[in-house]
């Protein structure tokens, strides 16, 4: 069973759309986490959410996490190509356990 | 510059051989990971370190050995690799609750 469930896992869109990533589980975690990875490269933080409710806005992306900490969202406003890559939410269930990832949502932005 | 480093980038391995994959970081951190990234699976965590001198299973341990006889060191050792095995590692480290950074990974190949 997946302790965190990614949605869509694939997403093409054309330069200048709109697109919102989830990230779903049915337990409670202390912070959450995005990165994005790149071809041939490692996973790069974007964002730590720590509070229920929290909003951070990282330039055009907006993560917000749920108010009982279950889940979190990755709002991208007038993607850009650059921001083609594979998105990851990771969530911390605290007492120094490892973080739990789920499966990616990978997204391709066409000029 | 500082970071984690992973050698080699890239090895080709056949069936019953061994080899031993180098995770060295430079930002003092306590925990250190070793992932594997496959197709559809997502990141699933073989073993971690919470310090020098510890280690511990993930997810996926079978086939893989670990040690942290130097706090910035990590190894994964392959002692009779398989086919199985074929995928792309990931080391990780991190201080706290400030998420983890990566390597740039090491491709193997088990033929």
């Known amino acids: 069973t997946q302790l965190l469930e990614q949605s869509p896992q694939f997403l093409s869109i054309q330069e200048g759309e709109n697109l919102t990533v989830y990230c779903n589980s049915s337990?409670?975690?202390?912070?959450l986490q995005w990165y994005r990875q790149e071809p041939g490269e490692g996973p790069v933080l974007l964002v730590t959410?720590?509070?229920?409710?929290e909003v951070k806005k990282l330039k055009r992306l907006t993560f917000q996490f749920g108010d009982a900490r279950k889940d979190s969202s990755l709002h991208i406003t007038a993607a850009q190509p650059g921001d083609t890559g594979l998105y990851l939410c990771?969530?911390?269930?605290?007492?120094?356990?490892?973080?739990?990832f789920g499966k990616g949502t990978r997204l391709s932005v066409i000029a | 510059n500082a970071g984690v480093t992973q050698t080699p980038k890239f090895r080709v391995l056949k069936t019953g051989q061994s080899m031993t994959l180098l995770c060295a970081q430079d930002m003092n951190h306590e925990y250190m990971y070793w992932y594997r990234q496959d197709p559809g699976m997502g990141l699933r965590l073989i073993h971690y370190?919470?310090?020098?001198?510890?280690?511990a299973k993930g997810e996926v341990p079978d086939g893989y050995n670990v040690s942290r006889l130097k706090k910035q060191n990590f190894l994964l050792g392959l002692e009779s690799a398989a086919p199985s095995q074929t995928s792309v590692y990931f080391c990780a480290s991190m201080r706290g609750p400030y998420g983890y950074t990566f390597g740039s990974g090491t491709r193997l190949t088990v033929v």
């Open positions: 370190s919470v310090g020098e001198g510890t280690t």
């Open positions: 337990s409670v975690f202390s912070s």
């Open positions: 959410v720590v509070t229920g409710g």
């Open positions: 990771a969530g911390d269930r605290g007492g120094n356990t490892p973080l739990v």
